[in-house]
């Protein structure tokens, strides 16, 4: 009689459920493994194994074992789509527990940083409690901002961020949004300098609101600009406007320049708007600048 076979391994919940899908399929196909190994190009401790629970298996053999589990003729397109969704989030799993044991137990300090060399190494910090991120993720993650020979350089302290669009990339690679980016938003501030224009920084937080707020706050608190984050303007006209604005959440700094700078997040203000796409990147210039500017 042939040995039971060990129970599946629930370690990384999504791998044990991939794992007892595999077993499920041959369990209803009434197969042992030495009879799907029959079906298949892999031999049967292959396929037990890719059925353990222990480790993702190859995509390719766990498809093969799938497809032995079938009966002749039937289509695989249900099973298959079910198979590839379920090896998918195992995967993703795995790659996050790998993660999780690499994470350093060092904290960031960019609070502390008094040139680019202690904010880069700040930087190096951040990477390794994310877990130090493959570069490929961190290039994949960043959509590019960061290509895998910058993000390298970058998470071994070498080299530092070409822009603050490249720096908030690579934060965000590494787990840090919202109000946890307020230290490394003063931090490049102080290092680096005050951007010229918000528009770089809103277009790399996109997606994130609260971090976008807080940008701008840190923005006007820096440079006494009168800034005003207006949640919800509609597409009204410029009196419509104006009255509408007050019931909306406002972030406010007054300043002795005058000028007034409006983020509307959903609309947009007929009399001094500029638009671009995304949360936070609707720019309203200064009353009587024309349009498109």
Known sequence: MARPEAPVDFTV??????????????????????ELAERSAYSAATLKR????????DMNVAFDYVIGCLPPGQAVSDTGRAFISRWKTA???????????????????????????????ALRDAWARAGRPSMRLVE??????????????????HTFPRDIRQYIAFLRVCEIEGRALVPWF????????????????????????????????????????????????GRFT??????????????????SRGRQFHYSRTGRSERFLYSSPGPYEHLCLPPGSPPGQ
Request: hydrophobic letters at 40%; aromatic letters at 4%; glycine letters at 6%.
């Open 140 to 157: 994949r993650v960043s959509h590019g901002q960061v290509p895998r020979s910058t993000a390298n350089v970058i998470a071994t302290a």
């Open 186 to 233: 003063q931090a490049w501030f102080k290092v680096v300098g005050v951007p010229s224009t918000l528009q770089p920084a809103l277009r790399a937080l996109q997606g994130d609101s609260d971090a976008q707020a807080t940008f701008v706050d840190l923005y006007a608190q820096v440079t006494g600009e009168v800034l005003s984050v207006v949640e919800e303007l």
């Open 238 to 255: 410029a009196e419509e406007s104006e009255k509408r604005a007050p019931q909306a959440r406002h972030i406010v700094r007054r300043g």
């Open 91 to 121: 995967k993703s799993a795995v790659d996050k527990a790998k993660r999780t044991a690499r994470r350093s137990t060092v904290l960031p300090k960019p609070q502390l940083a008094r040139d680019q060399a202690d904010l880069s190494g």
């Open 50 to 57: 890719t059925a353990s629970g222990k480790a993702l298996p």
């Open 13 to 34: 919940q999504e791998l044990g459920e991939l794992a007892e899908f595999l077993r499920s399929l041959r369990r209803t196909a009434g197969l042992t493994y030495a």
